[in-house]
């Protein structure tokens, strides 16, 4: 089995807002390295090469990200052993605060590419029915931690 995730933000300002910038462009980068990362095996993208053009979802404002690795420690390593965990920090300034989940992993059978159909349903499902082995979040994971002191930071 692989690991799916899909996480969703609402921008505060357009893409092409000046107050963006920092998110905007760096988006390649960090993209970049994720693609370069032992255990990366698939992300969402349109035909700019990320997902900010995607608008899945009917608020207009919201921004999609889902990708596929070979395993939790992979993903964890990824998000909280890169520059990746730099942004993490800084997404207030990006994205406004959400009043429900916005993150959801599941396990996917090997070579399976989620749809985001398929990703919105596990959210719903999480949301509706907090962490089950259908849709979770980190904390259903217990060998993974460092989600924990980010949380914390």
């Given amino acids: 089995m692989q690991l799916a995730e899909l996480n ?9 807002d000046p107050r963006m910038a920092g998110f905007m462009d760096n988006l390649d980068r960090v993209n970049a ?4 990362s032992d255990g990366f095996i698939w992300r969402l993208q349109d035909d700019s090469g990320n997902a900010t053009g995607l608008r899945p979802f009917a608020d207009p404002d919201t921004a999609v990200n889902m990708s596929v690795w070979r395993d939790a420690e992979s993903l964890e390593h990824y998000v909280w052993n890169t520059v990746h965990k730099q ?9 406004e605060l959400m009043d429900k989940h916005h993150f959801v992993m599941w396990w996917v059978e090997d070579g399976h590419i989620p749809t985001l159909r398929e990703a919105e349903q596990r959210l719903d499902h999480m949301q509706a029915h907090g962490d089950s082995d259908h849709a979770f979040g980190w904390g259903h994971l217990p060998h993974v931690k460092l989600w924990q002191q980010a949380r914390c930071a």
């Fill in 33 to 36: 390295i994720a693609e370069r």
């Fill in 8 to 16: 969703i933000g609402r921008f505060r300002y357009p893409t092409d």
């Fill in 87 to 95: 942004f993490y920090r800084k997404r207030a300034e990006w994205f």
